[in-house]
């Protein structure tokens, strides 16, 4: 299926496609810096707080009264992923009037720096109530060390057991309990464009890797920057080799490569890498001084033609005013057309949490329809539940929800779904080093010694 749209083609019959998106989904499956950077996750300023409409569908969880605390831990500071948290901050206050939030943030795209700060956090006994973690192989570590509870109780007493697709429950499950409840689905792999500058040059968005070579070089001729990508915060080349490997090894193939025990001799790793060089060569210089938005930025600025990033880029412009269809759009990114490449944000419960009750009433807000319906639209994300009311997502949002229910789905290595951290670490320590010295052999043999600890 083409993901590709010109401004207008959404248009033409909104009915039509409300309702197909409705049933569609509606079927769908049945020490130091580190104290500081401690420190300044501690001290995070509180949410700010608006009242918002009367809740739609209020949760069943008991509201903790008599004042108190919840500590909530993300990496969600920029435009976009900030507002959809606050949405959910404000209904939360609305439901337990008198409890202070703590919104505990540590920057940096994909949770590189929050991660080692809660790391730390667990290690010294110092949990927050409840951290964003993605469903998938990533939990997994926090459950063998030790440091969530169980919420599969929680989960079927909430009914999330009901709304949410099997293949989801799949990935919060996990020796034999669920841990975490999902608040979104992501996708991955999408290319954003500057739609004035592809219509200025008479160009058409990318679907092959082939195409995008075309169009970068005509657009490098006029002196345009192909792609945008960041490099700060250490997750931006290992994501855009993620949707390069899954254009070469198409989904199956790629699912296998982080497997216990993956071939990565095959010769389409290097062919990979020589993909991921060149279109290094076609991005902006000043990589690894851009985080993940600065580079969404560029596009938005007409400075880059594109960039390939999760669909948080959408929740990002929609934060800056933006209009998709009309000031950018959106394709799958090269070679990825017809697989949607997918992640899911979620929150567990800390074991010895400071405010359990505080952090269930949270947890049951994350799950409820009202909360995803509150935080998605405004996240650039679709909602975990299938019966989210799809008339408060947008365009792109609405088609997201369709090819999550239509297209052939791959987990995200670098976004926590298709393997384990300690492998992810090792993954994004190739890619990174790569994304300076475009060494292709020796990014080739560094993969390859990395998916001896696929576990
Ligand atoms: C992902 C996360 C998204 C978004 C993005 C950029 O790992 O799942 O919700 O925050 O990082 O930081």
Redesign the pocket.
């Given at each position: 299926m083409v993901m590709c749209h010109s401004p207008h083609d959404h248009l033409h019959n909104p009915k039509g496609r409300e309702a197909m998106f409705t049933t569609k989904w509606l079927k769908l499956f049945g020490v130091f810096s580190i104290l500081a950077l401690v420190l300044a996750a501690c001290g995070g300023a509180p949410a700010t707080t608006q009242p918002t409409a009367a809740p739609a569908q209020p949760t069943t969880a008991p509201a903790p009264t008599g004042g108190g605390k919840l500590e909530i831990f993300?990496?969600?500071t920029?435009g976009g992923?900030a507002d959809g948290l606050n949405a959910m901050f404000d209904i939360y206050k609305q439901q337990n009037p008198g409890i202070e939030i703590v919104n505990a943030t540590v920057a940096?795209?994909?949770?590189t720096n929050a991660k080692t700060v809660l790391k730390t956090r667990l290690q010294g006994g110092q949990p927050p109530d409840s951290w964003?973690v993605?469903a998938g192989k990533e939990l997994t570590a926090y459950v063998d060390a030790g440091q969530m509870e169980p919420l599969t109780q929680f989960f079927k007493e909430q009914g999330f057991d009901k709304v949410m697709p099997p293949k989801l429950l799949e990935q919060i499950t996990y020796n034999g309990e669920i841990w975490s409840v999902p608040v979104?689905i992501?996708r991955?792999n999408v290319l954003w464009y500057n739609i004035k500058i592809f219509q200025e040059n008479g160009l058409t968005p990318p679907k092959t890797i082939d195409d995008f070579f075309t169009v970068a070089e005509a657009l490098q001729a006029k002196g345009i920057i192909p792609l945008a990508v960041g490099g700060k915060?250490k997750?931006e080349t290992p994501h855009l080799f993620e949707s390069v490997l899954l254009a070469v090894f198409g989904p199956d193939d790629y699912a296998k490569l982080f497997q216990p025990g993956a071939d990565w001799s095959d010769p389409r790793v290097r062919q990979a890498a020589e993909i991921a060089k060149r279109m290094l060569e076609y991005s902006n210089s000043d990589r690894s001084s851009l985080g993940?938005a600065d580079a969404a930025q560029l596009v938005l600025d007409g400075k880059a033609a594109m960039t390939i990033m999760?669909d948080?880029a959408h929740g990002y412009f929609i934060s800056k005013g933006a209009k998709v269809g009309v000031d950018y759009g959106y394709a799958a990114a090269p070679g990825n057309d017809g697989v949607f490449m997918w992640?899911?944000?979620s929150f567990g419960l800390a074991k010895g949490a400071p405010n359990p009750e505080q952090a269930k009433a949270w947890l049951a807000l994350c799950g409820s329809r009202e909360g995803q319906d509150a935080f998605n639209p405004k996240?650039g994300?679709i909602p975990a539940r299938t019966d989210a009311n799809v008339s408060l997502y947008d365009e792109y949002l609405q088609y997201s929800i369709k090819a999550f229910g239509s297209e052939k789905l791959a987990p995200s290595v670098?976004?926590?779904a298709a393997a384990p951290e300690a492998y992810m670490t090792e993954y994004g320590n190739a890619l990174n080093v790569f994304a300076s010295d475009l060494d292709v052999d020796a990014v080739v043999e560094a993969l390859q010694d990395a998916a001896k600890d696929l576990k």
């Open positions: 993300s990496w969600w920029n992923e940096g795209g994909a949770g964003q993605h979104n992501h991955s915060d997750f993940w999760g948080w992640l899911s944000d996240k994300s670098v976004h926590g």
